[in-house]
């Protein structure tokens, strides 16, 4: 496919998300988030002076940074408020739409560029995530930071001996960790997998980074994105801003151990269930029932192909076994923990929407090898046919 269809298709899936934006109306519970966002805004142009004001049906408030919110409300209100409700799902679009060239970015990087093509697409036309693009503004910022984060760590890793990058990417990195935190601070547990291979990378396999790393430059770097995104996730969090160095961690605690969030019963398997005691297969049976058939039937086959061509897969892609089994640990890791812990999930997916990206990444190998070897497929199951 020569560079103008592609072009012309990556502006027609731009024009269908734009218009999807348009047309639906709000989700139960972005109301809240407007008016997060603008009490918070106010708060801030009134340098603390303005009254801020909990919401009576939403006690835990104050366990929200509501970064996004304020960031959000500022931009609509550039606006006519008569388009109040468009330019929050354009925006929310904006930042969903990043995450999938993330993954696509992250796909080029550690296979190659016709990998990267078909995950972009995969991820885009995958109704789970789609679904949410324009309408969910807490948990598409939460997989827009999660993929950036792991995007740009790679960059830097692979760049950490260069100075200027490495100061560059390392910015970056706290930018993307503060944006998520500012959104909801459980998402710094949503890259504990990502900053174990990140170590894990450094140290013992050096699978991206081929360089010895410098110790003193990665402490002081690590101290920078510290700052940065610390900085970025109290900013907006007026809760906090009696005191900066304790009440951040007093709030995350609590919100830790806090279960009054979201609906008190939920619905699995066609059975009613307190989701106080979500059943622990809840991720594994939405993540069946919700996915495309062909991402599931993705998976089967390329396990077949692991075993069967394998060197396929080797001569063109370096340390491919291993790069596998990252991606696979991302996806995994999560999964086992929410298994394990037995959280309280409702909603579906949404609060694991950041592995949605993620799992596009298996099937789009095992679309790129039928798609290579589309061919000598045909002529297998002709010569088949012919031989019944």
């Known amino acids: 496919m020569n560079k103008k269809s592609e072009n012309f298709i990556f502006f027609l899936l731009i024009f269908f998300s734009i218009y999807c934006s348009l047309v639906m109306g709000m989700a139960w519970d972005e109301l809240y988030h407007y008016e997060l966002g603008q009490n918070r805004l106010k708060y801030l142009f009134s340098l603390g002076k303005y009254e801020y004001q909990n919401f009576i049906y939403f006690a835990n408030i104050s366990h929200f940074p509501g970064f996004y919110d304020t960031i959000s409300a500022f931009i609509s209100q550039m606006l006519p408020r008569k388009y109040e409700v468009q330019i929050h799902h354009l925006t929310n679009l904006f930042f969903s739409f990043a995450t999938i060239i993330g993954i696509s970015k992250i796909s080029k990087i550690i296979f190659n560029n016709n990998v990267s093509k078909i995950v972009f697409l995969i991820a885009f036309f995958n109704p789970i995530f789609f679904g949410h693009m324009s309408i969910n503004p807490v948990d598409t910022i939460i997989a827009f930071s999660n993929i950036w984060t792991t995007y740009f760590i790679i960059r830097y890793l692979q760049t ?9 990417f390392s ?4 930018i993307v960790i503060g944006f998520g935190l500012g959104t909801r601070v459980i998402f710094l547990a949503t890259i504990i997998p990502i900053c174990l291979l990140f170590f894990l990378d450094i140290f013992l396999i050096k699978i991206i980074s081929k360089k010895k790393i410098s ?19 109290v900013i907006f969090w007026p809760d906090v801003h009696a005191n900066i160095l304790i ?4 709030h995350i605690i609590a919100s830790l151990t806090d279960v009054s ?16 005691n979500t059943p622990r297969e ?29 060197k396929f897969f080797e001569k063109r892609f370096k340390s491919f076994k291993a790069k596998v089994l990252y991606i696979l640990f991302i996806i995994v890791f999560p999964l086992i923990v929410a298994f394990i812990t037995s959280i309280k999930l409702h909603d579906g997916l949404r609060y694991f929407l950041f592995l949605i990206p993620y799992l596009s990444i298996i099937p789009g190998l095992t679309i790129y090898y039928l798609i290579y070897n589309s061919k000598l497929l045909i002529n297998k199951i002709f010569h088949l046919f012919l031989s019944l």
């Open 160 to 168: 950490h001996h260069l100075e200027i990058k490495r100061k560059y």
């Open 171 to 174: 910015t970056l990195i706290g």
């Open 215 to 233: 110790i003193s430059n990665f402490f002081k770097d690590s101290i920078k994105i510290f700052l940065i995104a610390y900085i970025i996730m």
């Open 247 to 250: 009440l951040p961690f007093k």
């Open 261 to 276: 969030y979201g609906t008190s019963w939920g619905l699995l398997d066609g059975e009613f269930y307190k989701t106080i």
């Open 282 to 310: 809840y991720l594994i049976k939405n993540l069946f029932y919700k996915l495309p058939e062909f991402i599931l039937f993705a998976y089967i086959f390329f396990i077949s192909l692991f075993f069967y061509d394998y």
